[in-house]
């Protein structure tokens, strides 16, 4: 979406006016899936490695999902590129080589396409065409999804890849029409870039997007205004190139290291010292000293290294006041340290933001940081940006304002299950399914880190495989037995959804206003989607329940 497209935020594609009237069938496939980033991906190999045929369906022009679409400067993953990375094939893992320690948003879109080709996916997937609608045929026990290109696909079972965050939120600015200049939206960049050499450009919205964006903006743009309406706490990535020697040693032992991340909470390992300790009852001195260890370290983990961070408000403080300190040293002028610094939310109760220079782009005369929180903006005019303040002119203003995440691309379609009941109706106070992976009254239909499932807490390709690898087993299982139908028991769903809300309500998670909550998006119920138990422990639950026979599943031939 940039200025010129509008109507690409939100779900929307070509739209259905280019849809012939009366859909063409086509050939029936075992597996529909719907979505061709990581998880899409994998799931069209490992099912097509079953012997089933497969089609994907995808609405973006080429694969890659969200490192395809996020294109905007500074674009770069805050998982370890070793770690974020496919571990299904030893082979992939050691002929790949990562650049840099955190891969930029480029090398991800090329290794993805490099999976593309060296697995031969692409002649089974479909570009440029959105599923608009999925309706379940109980008369045949199979789905049957309807494109905007006017064609529809059936098959038994349906796996939806539509990832957590694939839905920009468009900006809810009143004006933006009359604006004069260009606007872009950071999950939609031009794909022929935008050069902002010289330029006066604003940037709403200071979450990972806005942060990224801000630390690569600076410097190029003639000046960069930062609209910041809620200070985030931004952690160091501490990012690098590859050391050779380290990468020789990695690869040498990846089998090991992967099966160790299989064992962990968030799908990678983290450095040995953390988790060990408590923040309250160690010793302020070697508080002070483990904090300033994993500050040079880097990464997410920062809010692990210590075991009640997420748990206690007085010992997550202790971390916020850490990175507080370190804000008010990087940042010489003191008005603008302290508008950084964040007080209304614990640390890693919103997703922690990982940068590689953001605080110090506030020491440049061409960055200005401008307060929106208490001078909220109020519309954009054709000059550029008025807060009830002042008015600011501006040649480019980039929105970083997030996505409907998690449901959003799920709710974008019109899915209905049995008896006509659409996910929509059933979702309405906040979505429920079972172990985040089926929901009940849509038989033989699983979603890829789905709500109530760890996802994004977690290391994303990590828990895509274990999600496709699950559903995988399932969807081989049951065409062995000739299994028509696959449900989740309303029971058992409730009780996973109840044991969801529960693990989360014993943390400080669900209490910042975030996308994991829905709170971002105006109207949406606000639920803590995703599953606090860890990705080893969740691993085990759906170990167990494909053990027993797939309980909480009744399974129909
Ligand atoms: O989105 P966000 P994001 N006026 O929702 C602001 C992943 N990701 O795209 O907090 C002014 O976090 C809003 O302000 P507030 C990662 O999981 C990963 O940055 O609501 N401001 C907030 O600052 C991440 O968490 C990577 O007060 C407005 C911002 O917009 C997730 O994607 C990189 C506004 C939205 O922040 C989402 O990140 C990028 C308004 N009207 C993304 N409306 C990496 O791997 C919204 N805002 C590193």
């Given at each position: 979406m940039d200025s010129q497209d509008v109507q690409g935020v939100g779900g929307q594609g070509r739209g259905e006016q280019d849809a012939a009237p009366g859909p063409t069938p086509r050939e029936p496939v075992d597996v529909l899936v719907v979505g061709a980033g990581f998880a899409g991906l994998y799931a069209l190999h490992r099912l097509r490695g079953s012997g089933l045929t497969v089609r994907v369906l995808d609405a973006p022009e080429s694969p890659g999902g969200t490192w395809a679409a996020n294109r905007y400067p500074g674009a770069r993953c805050d998982v370890?590129?070793?770690?974020?990375?496919?571990?299904?094939?030893?082979?992939?893992?050691?002929?790949?080589s990562w650049s840099e320690r955190?891969?930029?948003q480029g090398e991800i879109l090329d290794y993805l396409r490099h999976v593309v080709d060296r697995?031969?996916?692409?002649?089974?997937?479909?570009?440029?065409?959105?599923?608009l609608s999925a309706v379940f045929d109980q008369a045949t026990d199979e789905w049957e999804l309807t494109t905007d290109r006017g064609e529809t696909h059936r098959s038994r079972f349906v796996v939806m890849a539509t990832g957590c965050l694939s839905v920009?939120?468009?900006?809810d600015?009143?004006?933006?029409?009359?604006?004069?200049?260009?606007?872009?939206?950071?999950?939609?960049?031009?794909?022929?870039?935008?050069?902002?050499?010289?330029?006066?450009?604003?940037l709403i919205g200071t979450g990972s997007s806005g942060v990224q964006f801000a630390t690569a903006a600076a410097g190029v743009a003639g000046e960069l205004l930062v609209f910041q309406r809620s200070p985030n706490y931004v952690l160091p990535a501490q990012n690098r190139p590859m050391d050779p020697e380290f990468e020789r040693e990695l690869k040498a032992r990846y089998a090991e290291h992967r099966a160790l991340a299989k064992q962990t909470t968030r799908g990678y390992p983290v450095p040995a010292y953390a988790g060990q300790k408590a923040?309250?009852?160690?010793?302020?001195?070697?508080?002070?000293?483990?904090?300033?260890?994993?500050?040079?370290?880097?990464?997410?983990?920062?809010?692990?290294?210590?075991?009640?961070?997420?748990?206690?408000?007085?010992?997550?403080?202790?971390?916020?006041?850490?990175?507080?300190?370190?804000?008010?040293?990087?940042v010489t002028d003191p008005v603008t340290a302290e508008l950084l610094c964040p007080y209304d939310h614990p640390l890693g109760t919103r997703r922690p933001v990982l940068d590689t220079g953001y605080y110090p782009i506030f020491n440049r005369?061409?960055?200005?940081?401008?307060?929106?929180?208490?001078?909220?903006?109020?519309?954009i005019t054709p000059a550029g940006v008025r807060t009830t303040e002042a008015e600011y002119e501006l040649d480019v203003i980039v929105f970083a304002t997030g996505y409907d995440a998690m449901t959003g691309a799920l709710l974008a379609m019109d899915i209905r299950g049995l008896d006509g009941v659409s996910l929509r109706e059933e979702w309405a106070d906040g979505p429920a399914a079972y172990l985040g992976v089926a929901m009940a009254g849509f038989p033989n239909l699983f979603t890829v880190t789905g709500p109530g499932s760890p996802s994004v807490l977690t290391n994303m390709v990590a828990s895509i495989e274990q999600h496709v690898e699950w559903i995988s087993d399932l969807v081989e299982h049951a065409h062995a037995t000739g299994t028509r139908r696959i449900e989740a028991e309303p029971a058992d769903q409730n009780r996973w959804v109840q044991h969801v809300l529960d693990?989360?309500?014993?943390?400080?998670?669900?209490?910042?206003?975030?996308?994991?909550?829905?709170?971002?998006?105006?109207?949406?119920?606000?639920v803590f989607m995703p599953y606090v138990g860890g990705y080893a422990p969740y691993g085990q639950v759906l170990a167990e329940v494909s053990r027993d026979g797939y309980t909480g599943f009744s399974l129909t031939r």
């Open positions: 370890q590129s070793f770690d974020y990375s496919f571990s299904f094939d030893e082979a992939l893992q050691q002929e790949w955190y891969a930029a697995f031969d996916l692409a002649r089974d997937i479909e570009s440029s065409t959105r599923v920009p939120r468009p900006p600015i009143p004006g933006l029409g009359r604006f004069r200049g260009r606007w872009v939206h950071t999950a939609d960049w031009p794909r022929e870039g935008l050069d902002l050499t010289g330029l006066r450009v604003g923040a309250l009852t160690t010793p302020a001195e070697e508080r002070q000293e483990i904090f300033e260890a994993i500050w040079e370290h880097g990464g997410p983990v920062f809010t692990s290294v210590f075991t009640d961070l997420t748990v206690d408000e007085a010992a997550n403080e202790t971390a916020a006041e850490f990175v507080r300190q370190k804000i008010r040293q990087i005369d061409d960055v200005t940081l401008v307060d929106v929180r208490t001078a909220p903006i109020t519309e693990r989360a309500e014993a943390t400080l998670l669900p209490k910042a206003n975030s996308w994991w909550t829905g709170a971002n998006v105006p109207g949406k119920p606000r």
